[in-house]
């Protein structure tokens, strides 16, 4: 069993560890359905940006998966999952490349940065809260760097933020709009309709929208953040729009 994690491992916005389990288990169960599986039994999956809570989903709830590789700048966080994880299935690598927020003091991502996974290839590659973090020059990187890693019916999921209202609530533009109207209500500000707020909104291609705080919010408008994905070997297959658990997922697959 994988509990207890130290809380200076846990980057997820929900701390409760029982909580965090049962979403990760929910994004497991949608990644197998992405790549056409009842499950991950026969599923080689690259979990860039990995975190702890994907291994303690599975670990702790014997969970099947034919393999599982993490990824991480983090690399106090790195050591920790191989000394406790004793588990065949299970593989850990630090990278150490920089990133305004994670990762400030390192060399430059580049398209020959090493994912330290030499060769190998995988069925499914996920980035849960990267490429949120990422800029356009190294949201194109990563994506280059990614596709050799992909075997050729394979699937890519990543999330992004997309600058775009949503019916549910959960995209970060819907959070924000949150934020403006309560503070004009504190204001006694009186406002047009949310609509026609909305109208007045044009997304700008990237928007770093904290410059206080880099790359915490890496805001796309929908345009911009598909585009980039031309020429890098890729195919958009969808766009799945912002949950509880996750911002807006792009599914590709390798052309």
Request: aromatic fraction near 8%; hydrophobic fraction near 40%.
């Amino acid at each position: 069993m994988l509990t207890k994690i130290p809380p200076r491992f846990i980057r997820s916005a929900v701390t409760d560890e029982d909580a965090t389990v049962a979403g990760a288990i929910e994004l497991l169960e949608e990644l197998a359905a992405l790549a056409g599986r009842p499950d991950l039994a026969d599923v080689d999956l690259l979990d860039v940006g990995c975190g702890v809570k994907f291994t303690q989903a599975i670990v702790n709830n014997g969970l099947a998966i034919a393999s599982y590789t993490g990824v991480d700048v983090f690399a106090d966080m790195i050591d920790y999952l191989r000394v406790h994880v004793d588990d065949p299935r299970f593989t850990y690598r630090r990278i150490d490349v920089r990133n305004e927020l994670y990762n400030p003091v390192a060399p430059p991502f580049t398209v020959d940065t090493d994912l330290g996974v030499g060769d190998r290839t995988f069925d499914l590659i996920c980035l849960y809260s990267v490429f949120t973090h990422l800029d356009p020059t190294d949201y194109v990187t990563m994506l280059q760097v990614l596709r050799p890693r992909v075997r050729p019916e394979g699937r890519l999921a990543f999330t992004v933020f997309l600058d775009e209202p949503t019916e549910g609530g959960h995209s970060l533009t819907d959070f924000f709009e949150r934020m403006y109207l309560e503070q004009a209500v504190r204001d006694g500000e009186e406002l047009p309709p949310i609509e026609e707020l909305r109208a007045q909104h044009t997304p700008v291609p990237f928007l770093d929208a904290d410059p206080t705080r880099p790359l915490t919010w890496a805001l796309y408008s929908r345009e911009h953040a598909l585009e980039l994905i031309d020429g890098t070997g890729w195919r958009v297959d969808d766009v799945l729009l912002p949950t509880a658990l996750h911002q807006h997922l792009v599914v590709c697959s390798p052309i």
